[in-house]
């Protein structure tokens, strides 16, 4: 089977080179591109599986203006370099659009896992076991059109957005742990992620709770998990 095409996009030759060179020795192709024009071009003509996007660009477009104008024409999975691993940065990333994160410097097992786990992820969302078609509340989920809807407004996520949520839908009233959620949603690479799981958790809520800060629907629990609250039939 043919191995997926990745586009690495970073003005640093050598970082370049160093990654294009572990992808390749594991039978991916690798297109390079080393600004933010050469890398909307690229992504809209090759059609990359996957974008490995660094933050800082030379020119007048960085990688967040470069993942929303992706975003604009195409859902391929985006994994960003940045040498900051703020919260806020990441939320910053996950509102453009991105699906994961990797925080320079980075090592070769890091970054073929991450690889992996993405390409993975975006293979398809999770499927309900039962209904196609979940409520909540004023929360519809459509898992077949993977779409949502709050109080009747569609409310758009990106793959990794969805998942989560699906995950949280499948085990309504149900306390998730950290763990769980994270090995589930974004495989076992990432089931001490906890920083990784609130950024994700807070950018999800801002698009679905009437007041994130006081949430009605994703509630957490303190040092152990999360659960999707629905009222009683």
């Excluded at 994160?101 to 309900?128: C, D, H, I, M, N």
């Excluded at 990106?158 to 742990?177: C, G, V």
């Excluded at 999800?204 to 039939?233: F, Q």
Aim: glycine fraction near 6%; include cysteine.
């Amino acid at each position: 089977m043919k191995k997926p095409t990745i586009l690495v996009v970073d003005d640093e030759l050598r970082l370049v080179r160093l990654v294009q060179a572990n992808l390749e020795a594991r039978g991916y192709t690798v297109l390079c591109a080393y600004d933010g024009g050469e890398a909307i071009r690229k992504a809209a003509v090759e059609n990359p599986d996957l974008i490995i996007l660094d933050i800082i660009l030379p020119g007048d477009l960085d990688g967040y203006d470069v993942l929303r104008r992706i975003r604009s024409f195409s859902g391929v999975p985006v994994i960003m370099l940045t040498a900051k691993a703020l919260e806020k940065d990441k939320v910053r990333g996950f509102e453009a659009g991105a699906d994961d994160y990797l925080t320079k410097p980075f090592g070769s097992q890091e970054l073929l896992s991450r690889v992996k786990a993405v390409l993975r992820r975006s293979g398809g969302a999770p499927q309900p076991q039962e209904s196609s078609l979940f409520k909540c509340d004023d929360l519809i989920i459509n898992f077949d059109q993977a779409s949502v809807e709050i109080s009747g407004r569609k409310v758009e996520l990106t793959s990794t957005e969805f998942r989560l949520l699906s995950e949280l839908a499948k085990h309504p009233n149900q306390l998730i742990s950290h763990q769980e959620l994270l090995t589930r949603v974004w495989g076992s690479e990432y089931r001490d992620e906890r920083d990784y799981l609130r950024a994700y958790i807070w950018h999800l809520r801002k698009k679905i709770e009437k007041n994130p800060s006081k949430p009605e629907h994703i509630i957490s629990r303190i040092g152990l998990g999360y659960m999707l609250r629905c009222p009683c039939p």
